[in-house]
Nanobody, 126 residues
Framework: VQLQAFGGGLVQAGGSLRLSCAAS????????MAWFRQAPGKERDFVAA????????VYSDSVKGRFTISRDNAKNTVYLQMNSLKPEDTAIYYC????????????????????WGQGTQVTVSS
């Protein structure tokens, strides 16, 4: 299984970025997908997740209302649309695939995800 995240970059505060994560060798449509992030010197934190169908989504309080997670099962890709970016959103963003197929409620814990992408850097300048 390979997860390839891309779309990061440098953006000014208030700007937007769209991250993508393409999966290969995975029955993508069976698994919940999530985004996590890790800022320098900090632990990796949950950002957003969506179940296998994309119907249910969850967000961390820090990004709710600004970020949107979505998926295209035909393209084996999950997205993270990030709007109204803040300097505190600066981090490496990782996508991850669930351990269990067809879960109805997306998990927030790292232990719930088995496969991880390599990360993409997002830097928000003030």
């Amino acid at each position: 299984v390979q997860l390839q995240a891309f779309g990061g970059g440098l953006v000014q505060a208030g700007g937007s970025l769209r991250l993508s994560c393409a999966a290969s060798e995975l029955s993508f449509s069976r698994y919940a997908m999530a985004w996590f992030r890790q800022a320098p010197g900090k632990e990796r934190d949950f950002v957003a997740a969506t179940i296998y169908s994309g119907v249910n989504t969850v967000y961390s309080d820090s990004v709710k209302g600004r970020f949107t997670i979505s998926r295209d099962n035909a393209k084996n890709t999950v997205y993270l649309q990030m709007n109204s970016l803040k300097p505190e959103d600066t981090a490496i963003y990782y996508c991850a695939a669930d351990r269990s197929a067809y879960r109805d409620s997306p998990g927030r814990g790292q232990y719930e995800y088995e496969h991880w992408g390599q990360g993409t850097q997002v830097t928000v300048s003030s």
